[in-house]
C-alpha cells in the first residue's frame, strides 16, 4: 500500500513529517516497508532560461545552446527539436546523475564542440512517458532554482505492508484514522476532504439504470448510477501526480477515478461505457464454459461457482476481481454507468485462486470492504465524474442489502492487563476504540465499525488498545504455566541430538540428510552391512548402513564433481547392527566430513589450505563438549579403523574400553572407493555411548576465582619415539590432581642430542596455590611426583 504524504494530510489534519508519520506506523503495527521522495534524485537540476540557440557545425539535428542555470551562461549541446531560444527548461549540471539511466553528466565534447550538461526531457527525470523533447515550463517559473522546489516534487512516498486482517488499511483514509487514534493528528471530515454533503443523496433526475444481483451469496448488495454526456479525457494534474507517485499509470480520467477512490478510500467501482450494454446489467453467477476478455487482454473460462456482472449478451466482469474488455470506456465514451457493489470476501478470494488472477480490486475485496459504504462511494464516485467530466446523473439503483447487522461484543477492560500485558485506565481504553470508530455504552458493549471485519472477540479489541498504546510498551515477561500446558517432552537422548545439531550448524557444518540404505560397494567400503534387504528399492538402495560416513562421502562427491571447492558436512542418524539376541541394534551417530580446501589462497604462501587430521579432531571434540562430555579427560588412542588413515586416526575414549568416537584422515582406498581426490577427513561420534546426566537436582556452587596467582614448570623427558604423547601429559596431569590444574605438551624434538629410537617430549603443567604460595620444598616435591609419574612410562628428564 503506497501513498504520499501530502495524500496522506489530505485525510489527517497534522504537522508531523514523513519520519514522524513512519515512526507512528510501525508503533501501531503498520511495517514500513520503505520510504522514497522523487525529489532526492532530482536535487541537482534546475530551472534555466535558454538564452540563443545556433546550429551545430558538424551535426544538423543538434543546436549549440547558451543556459542561464542561475549563474555565468553555460554552452550546451542539445538534439531536442523544441529547444528555441527563450523557453524555459530543467537543466542538469555536469556531476548530476539522469534517473532515467543512472548516467552522469560530465563536461564532454559533443561531434567537436563542448557541452557542460544537458537540457533534459520528462523521460529522463522520470517523470512521464514523453521523450520527443525537452520540459517546457512556465514563463514564470525562476531561474536557478530546484526543479523539484517548484514543481512540488518533494512529497515522500511511503510503501506500507498490509496484513490481510487490516482491510480498513487499504486506502489511505484507513491509516489516516489509525495515526489519528494515535495522537498524530485530527481525522479530518470526509464531507470537507471531497467538499460534499454526503448526508443528502445525489439522485439525479434520469431514469435509474436498471441493475440487480441474482447472487445474495456472492454479490450481496449492488447499487448503481448512470451519468450522460460525459466527456473522457485527461484526469486533472492532483490526481495524475498522486496516482503516478505510486507507480499508477495514468489512463483516463473515468478509470483515474475509479482507481483514486480504490486506494484513497479502499473502495473499488467500476465503470461500464453504457452504448456497449445490452439489457440489465445483473450480478449472477457464471454458467460453466462461459468466457470473458478482461481487461489485462486475457480470456478466462469460468464455472458455476463464480460470481459475474452480465447483461442479455455477455459477461462484462469477473465480479469484485477485473472488468471486461468490452464494456470499458473509451476516448469516445459519453455515457457511463458506475457501479458500486458488495462482493462476498469467500467467493472473491475462491475465484481469484482458480483463475489465478490478481487485482487491486481482489485484494481489498477478498480482505473485505466496509458493506455500509456503498451509498458514500457511489456519491463520491459520482461527484468526481460530474466535476471532471460533466454530464447529468440518473435516479440512484439499489439491488439487495449489504450485511450491515451491528456486532456487539461485551468487554472487560481488565483483559488489556491480562492479554496484552499493557495496564490502560478504562477512560483511555474508551477514548482509543472511540477514535478508531468503535462505539462503547456505560456498560462496555463494543460496537464493531462495519469496516473492521476481522474484530469478533474480547482479544481483538485488546489488540487494538494495545497496538495504539504503542507495542514498544508491552513488557517481555515470561508466561505462567497454566493449568494444561503440556511440560517438555523431550526425551534426555532427543535434547543431546538438538544439542548436537545445533552445535554441528554453529561451526558452519551442513547438515545433509541421507537414505538409511546403501549399495553394497559403499558398506564394503566400511566392512559391510549386517543387514540386507530381501526386496529392497533398488540395488543402490540395498544394505542397512553400517556408518554414517559412506552417505556423507557420497554427497561430499557429488558437490566437488560440481565445481565446490570446500565440502563441510554433517549429518545425525542411526547406524545399523546386530545384537546379541539377533534383533537390529540402532545406534545414534554423528557423522562430519570435510574435503576440498580449508582456506581459499592467501597472499603469504599463494595455496589453500587443506583440511587435516586435526581438523576432524577439532569437530569432534566441539561436538563432544556440547554434548555435556568433559573433554579434558578424554584418552586418544588408535584403531578408529580399516576406512581411517592408520597414521593419521585415533579414537577418543572415556576409559580404555568407552569409545566416544573416531577421527582423522580417511584410508587411500576408501576415498577412492568414493571416487574423492585430495584431502579428506572425517569423524564420527558415538552418541549412544554418550553416558546421559540424571536428573538429580544437584547444582554446583557458582565458582570462584583462586586468590593466588597459578604457577607453570616446563619438564622436558626422553621416551621411546613409540610412547604417545598424550599417555605422558595424561600420566603427569594426574601424578597431583590437588596441584596440578593443567599440561599439555608444546614441544617435541628428534634430532642431534636426542638418542637414536627416542623423542623428546616438552610438557608445560599449571600449578594452583590454594591457601598460600608455593615455597621451593613445594615445589621441588611436585616436580618429583612428575619425574615419578613419566618414569613409569619409561620416560627420563633431560639433563
Known amino acids: 500500500m503506497k501513498f504520499s504524504l501530502s495524500w496522506l494530510k489530505e485525510h489527517l489534519d497534522t504537522d508531523a513529517d514523513m519520519q514522524a508519520v513512519a515512526d507512528c506506523l510501525n508503533r501501531i503495527g503498520l511495517e514500513v516497508e520503505g520510504i522514497e521522495n522523487p525529489a532526492e534524485k532530482l536535487s541537482a537540476f534546475r530551472i534555466a532560461k535558454v538564452l540563443s540557440a545556433a546550429p551545430h557545425p558538424q551535426a544538423d539535428k543538434l543546436q549549440i545552446l547558451s543556459v542561464d542555470a542561475g549563474g555565468d551562461p553555460l554552452q550546451v549541446v542539445c538534439g531536442a527539436p523544441n529547444a528555441r531560444a527563450g523557453m524555459l527548461g530543467v537543466f542538469g549540471p555536469a556531476g548530476a546523475v539522469v534517473p532515467a539511466n543512472g548516467m552522469v553528466l560530465k563536461v564532454a565534447a559533443i561531434r567537436g564542440v563542448e557541452s557542460n550538461g544537458m537540457m533534459c526531457s520528462i523521460a ?15 514563463a514564470d517559473a525562476p531561474v536557478g532554482t530546484v526543479y523539484a522546489d517548484w514543481a512540488g516534487l518533494d512529497d515522500p512516498v511511503i510503501d506500507v505492508s498490509i496484513t490481510p486482517n487490516r482491510q480498513d488499511c487499504m486506502g489511505v483514509r484507513g491509516i489516516a484514522r489509525d495515526l489519528a487514534a494515535a495522537g498524530l493528528g485530527t481525522l479530518r471530515p470526509l464531507n470537507e476532504v471531497y467538499r460534499i454533503n454526503l448526508d443528502v443523496p445525489n439522485e439525479g433526475s434520469g431514469p435509474a439504470p436498471v441493475v440487480r444481483t441474482d447472487d445474495a451469496a456472492g454479490c450481496p448488495a449492488f447499487y448503481a448510477q448512470a451519468v450522460s454526456g460525459v466527456r473522457n479525457g485527461d484526469a486533472p494534474e492532483w490526481m495524475r501526480s498522486k496516482l503516478k507517485a505510486i507507480g499508477q499509470k495514468p489512463i483516463s480520467v473515468l478509470v483515474d477515478i475509479t482507481n483514486f477512490i480504490s486506494i484513497d478510500l479502499g473502495r473499488p467501482l467500476h465503470v461500464y461505457d453504457r452504448a456497449k450494454l445490452n439489457g440489465a446489467l445483473v450480478a449472477r453467477k457464471a454458467v460453466d464454459g462461459e468466457d470473458m476478455v478482461a481487461l489485462n487482454g486475457k480470456t478466462y473460462t469460468l464455472d458455476s461457482t463464480m460470481t459475474v456482472i452480465a447483461d442479455d449478451s455477455m459477461v462484462h466482469d469477473i465480479g469484485g476481481i477485473m472488468g471486461g474488455e468490452h464494456s470499458g470506456v473509451s476516448e469516445t465514451t459519453t455515457d457511463v454507468l458506475i457501479e458500486c457493489a458488495y462482493f462476498d470476501p469467500e467467493h472473491i478470494a475462491r475465484t481469484g485462486q482458480k483463475l489465478a488472477l490478481t487485482s487491486d480490486a481482489r485484494q481489498r475485496f477478498e480482505r473485505g470492504v466496509d458493506p455500509a459504504f456503498l451509498e458514500v462511494g457511489l456519491a463520491i464516485a459520482t461527484k468526481l465524474v460530474l466535476d471532471h467530466c460533466g454530464g447529468t446523473p440518473s435516479a440512484i439503483t439499489r439491488s439487495g442489502a449489504a450485511p450491515v447487522a451491528p456486532r456487539n461484543i461485551s468487554y472487560d477492560t481488565q483483559y488489556c492487563q491480562q492479554l496484552g500485558g499493557v495496564d490502560v485506565a478504562p477512560d483511555e481504553q474508551r477514548n482509543i476504540l472511540e477514535r478508531l470508530g468503535f462505539s462503547v455504552s456505560d456498560d462496555w458493549r463494543v460496537t464493531v465499525p462495519t469496516w473492521r471485519r476481522d474484530v469478533d472477540g474480547p482479544a481483538d479489541i485488546v489488540e487494538e488498545v494495545v497496538r495504539i498504546v504503542g507495542l514498544d510498551n508491552v513488557v517481555s515477561v515470561p508466561l505462567p504455566r497454566a493449568d494444561g500446558v503440556a511440560k517438555p517432552t523431550a526425551t534426555p537422548v532427543q535434547s543431546l541430538e538438538r544439542k548436537v545439531r545445533r552445535a554441528a550448524a554453529a561451526r558452519g557444518l551442513n547438515e545433509a540428510i541421507n537414505w538409511s540404505f546403501l549399495p553394497q560397494k559403499a558398506a564394503d567400503a566400511f566392512g559391510g552391512g549386517t543387514w540386507s534387504l530381501a526386496n529392497p528399492i533398488s540395488e543402490d538402495m540395498k544394505v542397512m548402513r553400517p556408518s554414517l560416513l559412506p552417505g556423507l562421502l557420497s554427497a561430499a562427491q557429488r558437490n566437488m564433481d560440481r565445481g565446490a571447492s570446500s565440502v563441510r558436512l554433517f ?6 547392527f546386530a545384537a546379541a539376541d539377533g534383533t537390529s541394534d540402532e545406534r545414534l551417530t554423528a557423522g ?24 576432524a579432531k577439532a569437530e569432534a571434540i566441539a561436538l563432544l563438549k556440547a554434548a555435556g562430555v568433559a573433554t579434558d579427560g578424554l584418552l586418544v588412542m588408535d584403531d578408529a579403523g580399516a576406512h581411517y588413515h592408520p597414521g593419521q586416526s585415533a579414537t577418543l575414549r572415556m576409559g580404555p574400553k568407552n569409545i566416544l568416537g ?20 572425517a569423524a564420527e561420534i558415538f552418541l549412544d555411548a554418550i553416558p546421559l546426566k540424571k536428573a538429580t537436582g544437584f547444582m554446583r556452587p557458582a565458582f570462584t576465582p583462586p586468590a593466588l596467582q597459578a604457577v607453570t614448570r616446563d619438564f622436558a623427558f626422553l621416551v621411546s619415539q613409540d610412547t604417545p604423547a598424550n599417555d605422558l ?3 603427569i596431569k594426574g601424578c597431583d590432581k590437588d596441584n596440578i590444574v593443567a599440561a599439555r605438551l608444546f614441544d617435541r624434538f628428534a634430532g642431534q642430542g636426542v638418542p637414536e629410537g627416542q623423542v623428546s617430549l616438552a610438557v608445560e603443567i599449571t600449578l594452583q596455590p590454594t591457601d598460600k604460595s608455593y615455597g621451593d620444598d613445594d615445589l621441588k616435591l611436585i616436580s618429583d611426583k612428575v619425574i615419578a609419574a613419566a618414569a613409569k612410562l619409561g620416560a627420563v628428564l633431560r639433563g
Request: proline letters at 1%; aromatic letters at 8%; hydrophobic letters at 45%.
Open 662 to 681: 573416531a577421527f582423522g584422515t580417511l584410508h587411500p582406498a576408501t576415498a577412492k572407493a568414493f571416487d574423492l581426490d585430495g584431502s579428506v577427513v
Open 571 to 576: 549429518e545425525i542418524g542411526r547406524r545399523y
Open 124 to 138: 529522463e527525470l522520470e517523470l512521464g512517458d514523453d521523450h520527443d523533447g525537452i520540459i517546457e515550463l512556465a
Open 592 to 615: 562430519i566430513v570435510l574435503a576440498g580446501d580449508k582456506s581459499v589462497r592467501n597472499w603469504a604462501t599463494g595455496k589453500s589450505a587443506k583440511f587435516d587430521a586435526f581438523d
Open 729 to 731: 601429559v595424561r600420566a
